[in-house]
Each structure stands twice: as structure tokens, then as C-alpha cells.
């Protein structure tokens, strides 16, 4: 079994339990979980949420047999090109969670498509 929607670091209005990766893994094992695609809860309310990135980086280190990072962007911020590559290259992650709603873009936007694309050209 497969978690997709899992989160690691903190969120701005709320408390997170088990928010780090030893306390997620030991969560997903009392679920009989085997996997989890993890993605920054602090970039969300990041304005430039490539410093989420780099936490979610860093903690999962350890576990990437359990742990499957996904980089959040968001693409009315200037530098994200950059830091697709970044998360891709230097930091393995697998894929990108969007967050339009918090970042102020709509999924039609060109600049999402664009991002999009760029991340789907890199394997994401």
C-alpha cells in the first residue's frame, strides 16, 4: 500500500504529528504502509517554497526505500525553473505537487502548463 497525500515539516496554522520521516515510517508501519510520496508542509504557505524542498531533501535521506519525495512549486514564482532542476537533479525527487489555491495561480494558467511540461520532460 501506497500513501500518496503524506507531508513532512510543519504547517503554518496547524500542528502536524508525526511530521518528520522516522515518525511518519513508524506510522505507515503501525498501518501496514509500505511507501509514501512526501511533499513540504511548510512550502504551501511559502511564497517561494524551494526551502521546504530542501528540509523534505535532507529528512528523507535516510529512508528513500519508504520515502518518495515530491517537490512543491509553484509557477508564478520566478525562480522555479531553477528549482525544478534542483529538486530533480540534486535531490531525486520523483515528481511536483501543485498547490494553486495558496500560491494564486488556476491549473489553466500557461505558466502551470509550462511547468508541467518541464517537469513531465524530467521524469516527474
Request: hydrophobic share 40%; net charge positive; with cysteine.
Amino acid at each position: 500500500m501506497i500513501d500518496v497525500s503524506a507531508h513532512l515539516g510543519h504547517y503554518a496554522f496547524r500542528r502536524l504529528r508525526h511530521n518528520t520521516a522516522a515518525g511518519l515510517v513508524r506510522l505507515m508501519d503501525r498501518f501496514g504502509i509500505s511507501r509514501a510520496v512526501v511533499a513540504s508542509a511548510a512550502s504551501i504557505t511559502y511564497r517561494n517554497p524551494q526551502s521546504g524542498n530542501e528540509e523534505v531533501a535532507s529528512e528523507v535521506e535516510a529512508q528513500r526505500s519508504r520515502l518518495i519525495p515530491f517537490a512543491v512549486l509553484s509557477p508564478v514564482y520566478a525562480g522555479w525553473e531553477d528549482d525544478l532542476k534542483i529538486c530533480s537533479e540534486q535531490f531525486g525527487m520523483r515528481g511536483v505537487r501543485l498547490y494553486p489555491g495558496w500560491h494564486n495561480f488556476k491549473l489553466s494558467d500557461p505558466r502551470c502548463r509550462d511547468l508541467v511540461n518541464a517537469a513531465a520532460a524530467r521524469g516527474m
